[in-house]
């Protein structure tokens, strides 16, 4: 089969990670790309779209399979409903939403539809975070009682200086990242949408949890959108847990998301920077996988390659589904609101 694809968004990250993995593909014929710069030509040319089009309702109309959606946080959820609700898979840039009520109405809007929802989630991808989603799944924590999920970005120009400082890891030659899409309030800027959906939606997928409630502050550090961000957790169930991000690290940092689960059974530790995934049990069995340095670097080569091959039929599974999008949405959704108020507990959900 091969998958035809239209894309909305040619901006930084389509150009320098989405396009060259699809137009590398044999089974994926790029049909169409939207967007609005100049530079839309050439991206056309550069990767070998049939047309460019400015007119969203023209790429849907191009009798497509699927879409790639990977513009600005604010405009994934009317993008994303036009494609499914005409029966196209869609893969979704993260955060899928900035607000809860949109982010389930996704899930609910695709679970109709029966089409493929995938949420490029690097992370969730990596071979060792799925060995650890195995042991998981196995039953070896037992209930979970308390998680950490901790995360820090080298992301100060991202989110608060030049954001072209980022193309020395992903490079695109037609742009770089807009101020306006990371660093404006109004479009959903700052590290919780930016960043901490990345461990939020680490911490769904492996821990199967939902939060109920958050207590959470947010601060700019000098920027006009969130630089840091820190919550107290409760879970559906009862766990608890504490969040935290940090948009800060030094160019030369690599990523750290470190994800700790500890159940009534045993205890797991995921660690990206140093690459680090244990689960011990208080019965004395232990794993402690072997992963080669530096795999734990972000990378996001899977999540395309896996939204095709689902569409294939090549894989069933998905590690960033609607769910897991809308469970994270939800979550940052209330931090921001808690902040807003104070840091008073509010509500994750009804
Ligand atoms: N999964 C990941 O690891 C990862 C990494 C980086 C970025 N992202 C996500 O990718 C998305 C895009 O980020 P970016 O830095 O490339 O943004 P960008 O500002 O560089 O690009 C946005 C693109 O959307 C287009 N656009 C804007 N409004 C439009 C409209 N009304 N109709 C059609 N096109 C429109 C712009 O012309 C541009 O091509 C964001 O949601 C971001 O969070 C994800």
Redesign the pocket.
């Known amino acids: 089969m091969t998958v035809r694809l239209g894309a ?10 989405h396009f060259p993995i699809f137009a590398a593909r044999d089974d994926v014929e790029l049909v169409g790309v ?4 100049p ?2 030509d050439t ?1 056309r040319d550069q990767f070998g779209f049939g047309f460019s089009t ?1 007119d ?1 309702e023209k790429l849907l109309d191009a009798d497509l399979d699927a879409v790639v959606i ?4 604010d ?2 959820y009317e ?1 994303a409903v036009l494609a499914i609700d005409r029966g196209l898979h869609v893969l979704v ?3 899928v939403t900035l607000k809860a009520d949109t982010a389930w109405d996704l899930q609910r809007r695709t679970a109709a539809a029966g089409v493929h929802f995938v ?4 992370w969730n991808y990596k071979p060792f975070t799925e060995q650890a989603k195995a042991l998981i799944d196995a039953g070896h924590l037992g209930e979970l009682q308390y998680v950490q999920c901790h995360m820090a970005s080298p992301t100060r120009g991202l989110f608060a200086g030049d ?1 072209n400082d980022i193309r020395a890891l ?1 490079d ?1 030659e037609t ?4 101020v ?3 660093q404006s309030p109004e479009h959903g800027g700052g590290y919780a ?2 960043q901490i ?2 461990s939020s939606a680490l911490m769904f997928w492996l821990s199967g949890l939902r939060a109920a409630t958050v207590a959470g502050r947010t601060s700019l550090g000098g920027a006009r959108v969130d630089l840091f961000d820190s919550a107290v957790l409760t879970f559906d169930g009862g766990a608890l847990g504490t969040l935290s991000g940090a948009a800060t690290l030094p160019d030369i940092n690599p990523y750290q998301v470190d994800v700790k689960l500890f159940g009534t059974e045993g205890v797991l530790l995921l660690d990206t920077e140093r690459e680090r995934v244990s689960l011990h049990r208080y019965d004395g069995q232990a794993w402690d996988l072997d992963i080669e340095p530096g795999s734990g670097a ?1 990378e ?1 080569f899977e ?1 395309p390659n896996r939204f095709i091959d689902l569409i294939t039929g090549a894989s069933t599974v998905n590690n960033s589904d609607a769910s897991i999008a809308a469970r994270s949405v939800e979550l940052i959704d209330a931090l921001l609101r808690s902040s807003a108020a104070g840091g008073v507990e509010v509500a994750v959900h009804p």
Request: proline share 12%; hydrophobic share 25%; aromatic share 14%.
């Open positions: 909305v968004g040619a901006g930084w990250w389509a150009t320098s990670n939207c967007g609005l710069g530079e839309l991206v400015g969203y990977t513009t600005p946080h405009l994934h993008q840039e993260k955060p949420v490029p989630y690097g954001p992903w695109s742009s770089g990242p807009s306006s899409t990371w949408h930016g959906t990345h972000y996001c999540p």
